[in-house]
């Protein structure tokens, strides 16, 4: 899709599509009285007629309006002003795109970019119009025979700002809205990708394509052989019960000062999760390919870093696994030691995430990092607590919670924190080793953390659990792309806070 900004009336637009705003109830935005008065009272007319109220869902769509140059006039109802958020903006852009795809219009102007939303101004208006509208147009088609193509496919939107002054902003806006979509794009088809396409080795294979499509991205592989020269125990239970090798990427992104200590992001990357010999039950445990989906919004950030070229240094570290069953795959009980040196008994294969985790976080040292984050679709416990709408958020660092708390904030990909007290720790108590892998009955996305912090303890470091937000279940089962928006919200942010 082609984005781009313009100033200009309306009226004026000689375009396929000129898309307006219309408030609860019958209330014209001042784009849609710029058209009604152009069209001697057509608009106010047919408010008054009642064919549309300007409540949240209604859309109508009018042809050759008089005095105006587009083709179609697309009215959006907003609902009352005063109740526009965040989600209520992404609805309007949604259905804007439905009926636009059912009209034949493939160029558009939109002015949605009037619509007031609570404390947010035309640049994130933009960026998130256009987040919005390729949210609404995914399709993941890639394994399809055949291929369901759009008759006339959108090809281009043109969004409305006030005057010549908001034009450097604007375009500013388009970019980061282009970097930040696509890179959710790319989380989200790696994610819908099954495990038998999926591989470590694929994701492997991706994180390189990042390196060859920018220079300042550097992509390293380690192996299992190498892995074993590390001393990464504990990453190697958990591969060691797949016939695919697991490996531990890492993706440099450097565009900062040399001397700026780099924000490192791990995510888990476990491309199928059988449990292992704690097998899942049969039930939705297809969805378990979704368990790489905090490593595909690693890639997703860096690569909308890379784009941007944004001015800073992240590192991007993948543990990658695949957790199956198999006569050498780890036993309930068996002790494995670190890379920390720290010796774990897995009380369950399925607890495999913080497994493989745990060495990736040890490696992260050598990094020397200003902060480290982790994403992690690790406890089904989250989706309990939290259900789909925040990732769960655990922090050694209360300024790097408030920091990922206020990014949530403003991206709407939000998070919300829970309680790491010591209290907690005791649950991971072994009779046979340092820790058990497992915390019992009660606070499991907590546990699961506390078990993490014990690999953390060098730098500052925030967990997200994103096992309720990664992907849907249901008739629209698929992955979100999430938290891709969140972490690109925060690197931004940073580098916001250190000009
Ligand atoms: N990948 C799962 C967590 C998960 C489950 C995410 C369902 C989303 C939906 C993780 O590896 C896992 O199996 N966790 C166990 C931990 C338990 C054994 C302590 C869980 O949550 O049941
Ligand atoms: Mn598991
Ligand atoms: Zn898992």
């Known amino acids: 899709m082609e984005y781009t900004v313009k100033s200009g009336n309306p009226e004026k637009q000689r375009i396929g599509c000129v898309v307006i705003p219309v408030f609860a109830s019958r209330k014209l935005s001042s784009s849609a009285k710029i058209i009604d ?97 390729d949210e609404c147009l995914y399709k993941f088609n890639q394994l399809k025979s055949k291929k369901e193509e759009a008759r006339r496919p959108l090809r281009k939107f043109i969004f409305s700002v006030n005057g010549r002054g908001q034009l450097m902003q604007g375009e500013q806006a388009v970019r980061q809205g282009m970097a930040i979509s696509a890179g959710i794009h790319l989380a989200k088809d790696l994610g ?19 390196a060859t ?169 989250c989706i309990v607590a939290l259900g789909a709408h925040p990732a769960g958020l655990l922090s050694n660092h209360n300024p790097l919670a408030n920091d990922l708390l206020s990014a949530g904030q403003t991206s709407g990909d939000r998070c919300w924190q829970l309680p790491m007290w010591d209290d907690y720790q005791d649950q991971l108590k072994s009779n046979f080793a340092d820790m058990a892998n497992i915390g019992g009955k009660g606070a499991g996305t907590i546990t699961a953390a506390c078990f993490l912090s014990r690999f953390t303890k060098k730098y500052h470091w925030a967990h997200l659990d994103i096992a309720g937000v990664a992907w849907k279940s249901g008739t629209h089962k698929g992955a979100t792309g999430r938290p891709v928006s969140l972490l690109a919200q925060y690197v931004l942010d940073k580098i916001q806070a250190n000009k």
């Open 37 to 133: 008065k152009a069209s001697n009272g057509y608009i106010s007319n047919l408010v008054r007629r009642g064919e549309i109220e300007g409540d949240l869902g209604n859309t109508l769509l009018l042809h050759n309006v008089e005095n105006t140059l587009c083709d179609r006039v697309l009215l959006i109802g907003c609902g009352k002003e005063k109740d526009i958020n965040f989600k209520t903006f992404y609805k309007i852009n949604c259905n804007m795109v439905k009926t636009l795809q059912a009209s034949g219009a493939t160029e558009i102007a939109s002015y949605l970019t009037e619509i007031p939303v609570k404390r947010k101004e035309i640049s994130w208006k933009i960026q998130h119009s256009i987040e919005a509208i």
């Open 192 to 210: 819908n990708l099954p495990g038998n396409m999926c591989t470590p080795d694929y994701l492997a294979k991706q994180s390189v394509k990042l």
């Open 213 to 381: 499509q920018h220079a300042n991205v550097k992509t390293s592989v380690l192996e299992e052989k190498d892995m074993e020269k590390l001393g990464m125990g504990a990453l190697l239970s958990v591969s060691k019960g797949s016939r695919e090798p697991g490996k531990l990427i890492t993706i440099e992104y450097s565009a900062g000062d040399k001397k700026q200590a780099p924000i490192v992001f791990v995510g888990k990357g476990v491309t199928f999760d059988s449990g292992g010999i704690s097998l899942k039950p049969g039930a939705a445990m297809d969805e378990m390919k979704y368990d790489m989906c905090g490593a595909a919004s690693v890639i997703g950030v860096l690569s909308a870093c890379a784009d941007l070229q944004l001015p800073v240094n992240v590192v991007g570290i993948i543990p990658t696994v695949e957790n199956m069953p198999d006569g050498i795959a780890s036993r309930p009980g068996d002790v494995v030691t670190s890379m920390s040196g720290q010796t774990i008994e897995i009380l369950n294969t399925d607890a495999e995430g913080r497994l493989i985790l745990c060495d990736a976080l040890t490696y992260a040292e050598k990094f020397d990092p200003d902060v480290v984050i982790d994403i992690a679709t690790l406890t089904g416990a």
